[in-house]
Nanobody
Framework: QVQLVESGGGSVGTGENLRLSCVTS????????MGWFRQAPGKEREWVAA????????LHADSVKGRFTISHDNAVNTVYLQMNSLKPEDTGIYYC?????????????????WGRGTQVTVSS
């Protein structure tokens, strides 16, 4: 049974940092391509970053490029999202998801598995 479990969210002030973790279990090849998404209150879900755990190739949305970094540690079955210089507009629930390719994750399609999310709140 595939499980994705996020952690690391919290409430911080503008300019502070957080690191989110997504621990995967029950998925070997299914979780080769992983991504982070976020959803702010009243807004649609937004893609944030994606990574191929085989090579480490990563993509980041323009809205977070230069501030957020997705990474992975296969030894502990974990994908991370390092979030630096946080802004109030980064507030939302952050989800990790598994998909069939980097492009599919970026497009938000064919995402087979999702975690339950972790709340990030950035105050001004």
């Amino acid at each position: 049974q595939v499980q994705l479990v996020e952690s690391g969210g919290g409430s911080v002030g503008t300019g502070e940092n957080l690191r989110l973790s997504c621990v995967t279990s029950g998925c070997a090849y299914t979780c080769n391509y992983m991504g982070w998404f976020r959803q702010a209150p009243g807004k649609e879900r937004e893609w944030v970053a994606a990574i191929y755990r085989g090579s480490g190739i990563a993509l980041h949305a323009d809205s977070v490029k230069g501030r957020f970094t997705i990474s992975h540690d296969n030894a502990v079955n974990t994908v991370y999202l390092q979030m630096n210089s946080l802004k109030p507009e980064d507030t939302g629930i952050y989800y990790c998801a598994a998909g069939p390719s980097l492009n599919a994750i970026r497009a938000g399609r064919d995402l087979n598995y999702w975690g339950r999310g972790t709340q990030v709140t950035v105050s001004s």
